[in-house]
């Protein structure tokens, strides 16, 4: 009796309820802030398209119309900014990045952009000119494909500007660097230094002297005598790299093998809330920081999920510029099919390791060799390892860092074993000037195979590699759209049909980014319950000529809710 008593007012209560909100709308909570006139892609094919975005407590809480977003809005609490127009896409992720590297190039000497040997020389000159004598000059970024002539710079270039101080400059691939006459004295490298086992000290065949330039392990005959970076350089370092990434748009970058050193710096640095950018760290492996990295388990989501840890970074061949990645068939310029850096036994048994505790592998591999290879022994991983020995029996998604020459039979295997290609665009378009003559056409049809791997069934997580490249949000989705250089060049057998379309390429850098690091749930796209994270940019890169994207700028920066970079100014 008593509980049917119960039930009876528990129904007119509803029902009362029911009643009074059909007469007043429901109330919302006012947001934190509210984004509106805005032309926003939201990356979510359920709802594409948005005018205005509200957020609380650092996630979504609305995608929708102005006049709905209205509700949102409150004098009290909510910052509402009008948008005027901007474009705005989810929150980008660069799926591979050198956070630290990024930041050291703008602390030393970034010398991306030079446009002649001229120019290069002055930036060096300026920064010589500020030195006590005696102090190191370093910096990176220089490549001389468009200089006139192409030709690598010298030691005798750079003693006419530099007499005095040691001189180390790597070129934008990290695979070579210049260095002058002091730093050569200072190794003690003359015209009878050997070069070392991979790597090469360049002569100057007339004089029969170096001159200057140090290929792959011959750089560390130099590098190995500059002072390493202080703690608070390497702090300084890092919050350069939190400025410059974040100002460009990126919410997010994927660190591609870092110590553990780094791992404490950035945790101090979170802590004193002093690094916006979102973090997804790989421990370098194999070796004793994997080995901690396993010992210990993934951390997953710190700092209000801007700090993850959670991958181990392994890399098995060299670089395509250098003739250092492992090729099947020999270079078509060279007789020599590059090289693997490990051996099978060195690697697989940490493969499985970690297969058993949930640590996610990223390897780089650039030639068909070093992807095939990499595809075996992952394989062999997944094999040896059955589902009850695993901790998660999700699929591991693990990844391959560049994946840049496919031979065509093992492009199919990605998406049978579930293996992940992280590529970057921008690889492609810098490669295009020799890529034909080290492979020659035939290898070109499995290069940078973009289209071919999604019409697989794969996800491509898309990425800079920045310091190597410049790290660019627009300079990657103008690269993975156009698929030709920056001046709109693309040479013949370059395989036009490999580009992506516009939608395919926003969520190379949102969501499939996103889904290489677990984190599809979190981010990725704009809608309710995500975090807050938007890159708001100048034009509308889905519509405007494929040369305009490269003249597109970020305008606004917004992390978990936070404006962490506004070139807009409040109004
Ligand atoms: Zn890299």
Redesign the pocket.
Known sequence: MKTLALFVSVSVLSCAALLSGTIQTPQVEPADIVFKNANVYTANDAQPKAEAIAIKYGRIVFVGSNADAKKYESKKSANVRDLKGATVVPGMADA???FSGVGFREMNLNLEGTVSLDDFLAKVKARVDKAKPGEWITGRGWIETFWKPQAFPTRWDLDKIAPANPVFLTRADGHGAVVNSVALQLAKIDKNTESPFGGEIMQDKQRGEPNGMLLDRAQALVSRNIPSATKAEFEQALLLADKRSTSLGWTQVQD??VGWDQIELVKKLYGEQKLKIRLYEAIRGPGADAQRLLREGAQIGLYDGKLTIRTIKVSIDGALGSKGAALLDNYADHDTNGFLTFKEEQVVPMLEEALKKTIQVET?AIGDRANRTILDWYETAFNDVPMILRMDRNPPRWRI??AQILSPTDIPRFAKLGVIPSMQPSHAIGDLHFAPSRLGMKRLEGAYAWQTLIKSGVVIAGGS?AP?ERGEPMIEFYAAVARKDQKGFSGEGWHPEEKVTREQALKMFTTWASYAAFEEKQRGTIEPNKWADLTILSADIMQIPEAEILKTKCVMTVIGGEIVFDAIGKK
């Open positions: 591979h990045y050198h591609a093998g780089h860092e560049h590699d190597v």
